[in-house]
């Protein structure tokens, strides 16, 4: 038996999902084809509750990271960054040679619409990218408060990294004025790796249409994307098994209701606080703390690889930090489909684990 995953992605996968990738494969230029993808965007624009386009990528969510600055950018991108992997996407505007400035807060903090604003009124940009879900430190950015704050500068858009927040705490696209919000499907979404999906914003489309093919590439370009969208297709041979993964998984979210599934995730991530605060201590910045993973700074000096490593030989899988904070963290995720009483689970098994270290 595999180790029960509670790193934060790839997450757990349900058995009824895992059966639906499958599935027979169908010719991707069928109308059998095109109303698979059909149902799943759809199903997807209502979990984000938006009218405008939903992408969908035969990629990890990387893919689309790198794909946002390409498509999104003529002028300067401001990057923000509170950890790892919104310093990743700093790291990957710069590889592509599009010109940047990057506003970085000590790992733990929050970005925070205040910082947003006096960047943007002293320079000339015309992207933000920042992370709604920071996993390496457990920090859940106030998505909401910056989008109205980057929606007050007319020319600029709001690209976010949504990956390991998206479908776990609500999302409101259109209402909060996001113009890009990606993830990959293995975090909370709760399906195998190797598929990423994105909101896109009409304008953001527009700025795309207005960007060299040079910068854009080929595969990643949202034109070329949304055009074969329209006829609910993709350009190139889909993730098929993906897709059925996906239809399958939408109708379990909708089966539990898109409240319940967000109201779920608070609890956990609620519980497992409790549990470790006091023990452990929260690396999160109070009042920003994640809803779908925690990361534990290690106020008790345990071993923490030890406790990794004995967690997996009881069959649990957790994660040992990461990044720069590789041994001096350890993260839980509670995301996806991990219900409370896995969580117990993991937790009662973690108290008996810590005693013998
Ligand atoms: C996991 C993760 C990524 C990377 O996603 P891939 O699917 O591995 O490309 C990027 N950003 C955040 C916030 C993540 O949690």
Not at 172 to 194: F, H, N, R, T
């Amino acid at each position: 038996m595999k180790p029960k995953l509670f790193i934060p992605g790839p997450t757990h996968v349900d058995q009824e999902v895992l059966d639906a990738l499958a599935q027979y494969p169908l010719g991707h230029r069928t109308a059998d084809y095109r109303e698979l993808q059909s149902k799943v965007v759809a199903g997807i624009k209502e979990c984000l509750y938006t009218d405008q386009s939903v992408l969908v990528s035969t990629s990890s969510a990387t893919g689309l990271m790198e794909a946002g600055v390409r498509n999104l950018s003529r002028k300067k991108v401001a990057n923000f960054v509170c950890g790892a992997f919104s310093k990743k996407q700093a790291a990957i505007t710069k590889v592509c040679g599009l010109d940047q400035e990057i506003f970085e807060v000590p790992w733990g903090q929050a970005t925070t619409p205040e910082q947003v604003d006096q960047a943007l009124s002293a320079g000339d940009y015309d992207l933000v990218t920042m992370v709604f879900n920071e996993t390496s430190t457990g920090v859940m950015n106030p998505l909401k408060e910056i989008a109205e704050v980057v929606n007050s500068y007319p020319d600029v858009l709001l690209m976010v990294d949504a990956v390991s927040g998206m479908m776990g705490s609500p999302i409101k696209i259109d209402e909060w004025g996001v113009d890009m919000a990606l993830a990959s499907v293995q975090k909370a979404w709760a399906l195998p790796p190797g598929f990423s999906v994105t909101s896109l914003s009409d304008r953001a489309l527009e700025r795309s249409k207005t960007i060299p093919d040079a910068q854009k590439g080929f595969y990643f370009d949202f034109v070329r994307m949304h055009k074969a969208g329209e006829k609910s297709e993709t350009p190139v041979t889909p993730s098929i098994p993906h897709l059925y993964g996906l239809l399958t998984q939408l109708g379990r979210i909708k089966s539990e209701g898109l409240e319940n599934r967000f109201d779920r995730h608070k609890k956990m991530a609620k519980r497992v606080r409790e549990w470790g605060q006091e023990r452990f201590g929260l690396y999160a910045q109070p009042g920003y703390e994640s809803d779908t993973l925690t990361c534990f700074s290690n106020k008790a000096g345990i071993d923490l690889i030890a406790l990794a490593d004995a967690m997996k030989s009881k069959n649990y899988l957790i994660s040992g930090g990461y990044g720069d904070l590789k041994g001096k963290t350890f993260r839980l995720a509670h995301m996806g489909d991990l219900h409370m009483t896995d969580i117990d689970d993991v937790l009662n098994v973690l108290d008996e684990v810590i005693e013998t270290l």
